[in-house]
C-alpha cells in the first residue's frame, strides 16, 4: 500500500484526499493540519465579519469526514520539514511522518507590513477562523477602523466593518483600489463608488507606525498625519506558505513549481492551492492563482495522480467577479499587461453610466478582460480567454453592449 500524506487540511488538500480515496480504498492518508477548527470556507470569513452568516457557517466538512474517508488527523501541529531522503516530514511537536507521496497544499500566510507597533492588540489579519474570531470579540470597543490594503480582502473587510456601522479608513499605497485585478481606468470606478458610500479612501498613503496602550489606539501614515482608530486590519496579500521546504531541495520560486501533473522537482511529492506555481494560459508561463475554484481543481487532479491516474493539468487563470456596492466587477487573465508590441488594448469607456470594458489581445487571442457595470456577459469572455483559441469575430465589437454573445458562445 502507498503512504499518503497530506500537509494542510484546506479546500486543495480536502480535494486531493477525496480523489485519493476515490481511487484507493486501501492505502492510508495522513492529513497535518496547524489549525485546530475544522475545514472551513475561507471565503466566508468576510461574512462572518459582515454579520451575514455565524461562525458556525464556515465549516465544509462535519465532524465526520476524517473517519468517513479513513484519513488519520494529526491537527494542531505545523510542518518544519521535509526530508526527501527518508521520505518523511517532521511538525513543530516532534512528530516524524513517512510518506511515500506526499502533498504540499499549506496554502499562503497574510503577507506582513513594516510598521512600529504592529505588535499591538486589535490589530488582525483577515485569513483565518481564529484572525475573524479576534476581530468578532474586539468590535464592541471600536467607533473608527483602519484598513491596509485596497485588494478584496481590503474591500471586503471594509464593508464587512461599515455593514456595522465602523466608521472606517482603508489606506492603498497604488493610486486606485483592486490595482491587481483592475486596469486604472477601472479602477477609478471603484474608487468613485467607495467614495460615494462614504468610505473614506486614501490612496499613494501607507501606515508606518502604530501606538496604543496595549491595543492600538492611532496609526502614523506616510503623509504625516494622524488617524484615531481601535481595530486595524491588514489586508495587503498573501505569500505561499513554504518555508519549510527551505532545505528539502523541492525547486521554489515565488511558490513551490509543478509540472503538468502538479508534481514537484522532487519525484512523488506534489504541491496544489495557494502554495503551488503552475501553468497560467494567459501568461504562459508558470504562475500562482491563488483563488478558491483553481485551488480546488488542483486538489482534485494532484490527488488523483497520487493514486497513481496520470491526469494532465491543463493550467489556470486569474479571475474574480464581485460586487463593489452598487457596482458589479469582472476581472479575468492578464488586465494589465506587459509594455510592447505582443499586446493589443481594446478599451470603451462610459463614466456617466459607470461602466468600463477593456480587452487584452495577443496575436488575436483574447488573454485578459476588465468589466465594471454590465458583466452580464462576462462569463463568456472568460470562456473565450480559457479556450485560448483566436476570435472569429472582430474583437472591438465585444466591447459594444449591444453584440450578441452568443456568436462567441457558437465560435
Not at 470556507?41 to 473517519?67: C, H, N, T, W
Not at 491543463?314 to 499587461?337: E, K, T, W
Request: contains cysteine; negative net charge; hydrophobic residues 45%.
Amino acid at each position: 500500500m502507498t503512504r499518503h500524506v497530506i500537509i494542510g487540511n484546506g479546500i486543495a488538500g480536502l480535494n486531493a484526499a477525496e480523489a485519493i480515496r476515490a481511487l484507493d480504498a486501501d492505502s492510508p492518508i495522513t492529513m497535518i493540519a496547524r489549525e485546530t477548527f475544522p475545514p472551513y470556507s475561507r471565503p466566508m470569513i468576510s461574512l462572518v465579519l459582515q454579520g451575514a452568516v455565524g461562525p458556525e457557517k464556515l465549516p465544509i466538512r462535519d465532524d465526520g469526514f476524517y473517519s468517513e474517508f479513513r484519513i488519520d488527523p494529526i491537527i494542531g501541529e505545523e510542518v518544519t520539514g521535509i526530508d526527501v531522503e527518508e521520505r518523511q516530514v517532521v511538525t513543530d511537536k516532534g512528530t516524524t511522518v513517512p510518506f511515500d507521496r506526499l502533498l504540499i497544499a499549506s496554502g499562503a500566510d497574510p503577507r506582513p507590513v513594516k510598521a512600529d507597533g504592529v505588535d499591538l492588540g486589535n490589530i488582525f489579519f483577515m485569513r483565518t477562523e481564529s484572525h475573524v474570531k479576534g476581530m468578532l470579540e474586539a468590535l464592541p470597543g471600536v467607533k473608527h477602523a483602519l484598513v491596509l490594503g485596497g485588494g478584496l480582502v481590503g474591500f471586503k473587510a471594509a464593508y464587512g466593518l461599515m455593514h456595522r456601522g465602523i466608521t472606517v479608513t482603508m489606506l492603498i499605497r497604488s493610486g486606485h483600489p483592486l490595482s491587481l485585478q483592475l486596469d486604472p481606468t477601472s479602477g477609478k470606478l471603484v474608487l468613485d463608488e467607495l467614495l460615494a458610500k462614504g468610505l473614506d479612501v486614501r490612496v499613494e498613503i501607507e501606515a508606518i507606525s502604530f501606538e496604543g496602550n496595549g491595543s492600538v489606539q492611532q496609526a502614523h501614515l506616510s503623509d504625516g498625519s494622524n488617524l484615531e482608530c481601535e481595530l486595524v486590519v491588514i489586508g495587503k496579500g498573501v505569500l505561499p506558505a513554504h518555508s519549510f521546504v527551505s532545505a528539502s531541495g523541492i525547486q521554489v520560486d515565488l511558490g513551490i513549481v509543478v509540472d503538468e501533473t502538479l508534481q514537484t522537482s522532487v519525484p512523488g511529492i506534489y504541491a496544489a492551492g495557494d502554495v503551488a506555481q503552475a501553468f497560467d494560459v494567459t501568461r504562459r508561463e508558470s504562475w500562482i492563482n491563488a483563488i478558491w475554484p483553481v485551488a480546488v481543481e488542483q486538489g482534485h487532479i494532484a490527488g488523483m495522480n497520487m493514486a497513481g491516474r496520470r491526469v494532465i493539468y491543463s493550467g489556470s487563470m486569474g479571475r474574480n467577479v464581485i460586487r463593489v456596492f452598487d457596482l458589479d466587477v469582472l476581472a479575468g487573465g492578464m488586465v494589465n499587461p506587459p509594455e510592447g508590441d505582443t499586446y493589443e488594448v481594446l478599451e470603451r469607456n462610459s463614466p456617466r453610466l459607470k461602466v468600463h470594458r477593456r480587452l487584452v489581445l495577443r496575436e488575436n487571442i483574447p488573454v485578459g478582460v476588465a468589466m465594471v457595470g454590465g458583466i452580464e456577459q462576462g462569463g463568456v469572455l472568460l470562456s473565450a480567454i480559457r479556450s485560448e483559441r483566436p476570435l472569429a469575430v472582430d474583437p472591438e465589437k465585444l466591447l459594444d453592449p449591444t453584440f450578441n454573445y452568443r456568436q462567441l458562445a457558437l465560435w
